[in-house]
């Protein structure tokens, strides 16, 4: 077994306020900074979407006192209606959420653009896209399937919309948000279960409860000014970093100033009620942002995980896979319901999840919405070959779980990680004593 020590100040900064900081800036009237922006394939994606439409930014990798490198982007607009016609289709390439959002942008655009991606992107649903916008006005077309490419044939003349949103999904809210801005009067977003909050945090957007749902209420045709954005690190990384010093007995790894927004840390509430050694320090709130330290020691063992509860899932749907591989390799069991969702990801995670776990020895069922581990047979000998389905989480949780155990995994395409962790192993290495 194998023993990871150390602090960690070098996690990827958080994608989803990454993606938000870059969009909200191209939105914004002025020049707008932000301080460590994330260089995930993700994320940079979104930046030279960005500029493909016409936005005017740089990026510039400044080197820091303790020799890590930070980025920070500039982006200059002048506001809502900056952006151009592009001169091909918008290459989005492995992010949903590049896409996803910035069609809300465009359908608010008067002119016509087309967003593709890479081959898992150009699978997955994008009718939850052009169902709010069409309701707008807008002109949207996608392949018969319901999948990109995605058309646009953008309107100055969007309507404003009140939108029960018909699955949690945090893009969703966010490009009907980001379309809402141009409307001609102000929208409202309904949830009825909620996500992550970061668009509205980062807009300053007025919320409130009424029976029993989140009512958000976006003014239309209002300029945003420029203001500077700081990105903490991403949670979503750190819960791959918090498996690992769960997983391999004697480890202890303090984990710095990651972001601990309610609505992203529900993965750490799963894991002390299981009874995980976690320990939060060094609360405070950045622009609007809850940041922390976490403590992991692999001193208790933890309870199986059984995550059913749809909001729970809602605001920890990405730490999923890696909450599944720890607890099948640290109990042996796993159960999950309510979670169809995870289906519709850069893979399809529950069979991706349960391919590989099987692989492994371990005994699994699937069902539509979930699946469950019942046990392991004996752990198979010598190298496994498992599947990222290039899925940069399931490469991790894996990944992760072969380091903890010191397991000899074969992980096909491994460099997906980069998608959101371009420094995964160069951090491993760094923690293993
Ligand atoms: O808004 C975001 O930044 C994200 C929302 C989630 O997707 P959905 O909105 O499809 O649930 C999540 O899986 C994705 O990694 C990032
Ligand atoms: C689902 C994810 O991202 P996206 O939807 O942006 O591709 C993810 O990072 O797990």
Redesign the pocket.
């Known amino acids: 077994m194998r023993v990871f020590k150390g602090e960690v100040t070098a996690l990827p900064p958080d ?1 989803s306020i990454s ?1 938000r900081a870059a969009l909200i800036g191209a939105l914004s009237e002025g020049t707008t900074e932000i301080t460590n922006f994330s260089g995930g394939f ?1 994320n940079q994606s979104t930046l030279s979407v960005l500029q493909r439409a016409g936005i005017a930014l740089s990026q510039e990798e400044i080197v820091q006192l303790n020799g890590r490198t930070q980025r920070r982007v500039v982006i200059k607009s002048r506001g809502l209606w900056s952006f151009q016609p592009p001169a091909e289709p918008l290459m989005c390439n ?5 896409m ?1 959002m910035f069609a809300g942008i465009l359908a608010a655009q008067p002119f016509r653009s087309e967003l593709i991606g890479d081959s898992s ?1 150009m699978k ?1 649903p994008m009718k939850r896209v052009a169902d709010p916008l069409r309701l707008m006005g807008a002109d949207i077309e996608l392949s018969s399937s319901g999948t990109a490419p995605i058309l646009i044939n953008g309107t100055k003349a969007l309507k404003p919309i009140a939108y029960r949103l018909p699955v949690p999904s945090a ?1 969703v809210k966010s490009l009907v948000a980001f379309a809402a801005l141009h409307a001609d009067g102000e929208s409202r977003i309904i949830e009825q279960v909620r996500s992550r909050d970061h668009t509205e945090v980062m807009l300053g957007l007025e919320s409130f409860d009424q029976n029993g749902e989140r009512v958000i209420v976006v003014p239309g045709r209002k300029q945003i000014e420029a203001r500077p954005f700081y990105i903490p690190a991403d949670p ?1 990384a750190a819960c791959f970093i918090v498996a690992l010093g769960l997983l391999a007995r004697g480890s202890e790894i303090m984990i710095r100033d990651v972001c601990l927004n309610p609505t992203r840390a529900a993965f750490l509430d799963i894991l002390m009620a299981a009874g995980a050694g976690l320990h939060i320090e060094n609360l405070r709130v950045i622009g609007g942002e809850s940041i922390g330290d976490i403590l992991v020691s692999s001193a208790s063992r933890i309870e199986p995980l059984c995550i059913s509860d749809p909001q729970l899932i809602a605001i920890a ?2 730490e999923i896979p890696m909450l599944a591989v720890l607890s099948a390799f640290a109990t042996g069991c796993f159960e999950l319901h309510n979670a169809a969702e995870l289906r519709t ?2 893979s399809d995670r529950i069979a991706a999840l349960v391919v590989n776990l099987e692989r492994l020895g371990f005994v699994c069922e699937q069902y539509p919405d979930g699946f469950v581990v019942t046990g392991r047979k004996q752990a198979p000998s010598g190298t496994v070959v498992l599947d990222s389905f290039d ?3 399931i490469a991790m949780s894996f990944a992760i779980a072969g380091r903890a155990t010191g397991g000899s995994f074969d992980i096909t395409d491994i460099d997906v990680v980069g ?2 962790f371009p420094n995964f192993f160069e951090l491993l290495d760094s923690l293993e004593a």
């Open positions: 994608k993606h993700d492995n992010s949903g959420s590049t996803r992107l997955r893009q979503s749907i990405d990801k850069e899925d940069h989480r998608v959101s």
